[in-house]
Nanobody, 124 residues
Framework: QVQLEESGGGFVQAGGSLRLSCAAS????????MGWFRQAPGKEREFVAG????????DYADSVKGRFTISRDNAKNTVNLQMNSLKPEDTAVYYC?????????????????WGQGTQVTVSS
């Protein structure tokens, strides 16, 4: 079992930056691929970024490529999402997710563990 807790959300003006962190409990964190998803009001939850168990593979939604960076520190049981050049359309609740195996995943149904979410609001 893995429990996840996000932090770092908040309010920022367009063009600004935020860094989201996800702290995981459990000694098996390093076995799991991790991801970040987001959900805006009235929209479905969507993939933002994912990273493999070792950090050797990562990928991003087209809408955030070049602006967001996912990273993980298995020694500290954390996964981070650095968000730069934020846009109003990035406004959403952001969720940290853990998959049941080591390999990069892209869809919500492939993830087994979820945090409670953290709100990111970008003003124009």
């Amino acid at each position: 079992q893995v429990q996840l807790e996000e932090s770092g959300g908040g309010f920022v003006q367009a063009g600004g930056s935020l860094r989201l962190s996800c702290a995981a409990s459990g000694r098996t964190f390093s076995r799991y691929a991790m991801g970040w998803f987001r959900q805006a009001p009235g929209k479905e939850r969507e993939f933002v970024a994912g990273i493999s168990w070792s950090g050797g593979s990562s990928d991003y939604a087209d809408s955030v490529k070049g602006r967001f960076t996912i990273s993980r520190d298995n020694a500290k049981n954390t996964v981070n999402l650095q968000m730069n050049s934020l846009k109003p359309e990035d406004t959403a609740v952001y969720y940290c997710a853990g998959a049941g195996d080591r390999w990069l995943k892209y869809t919500a149904d492939q993830y087994d563990y979820w945090g409670q979410g953290t709100q990111v609001t970008v003003s124009s």
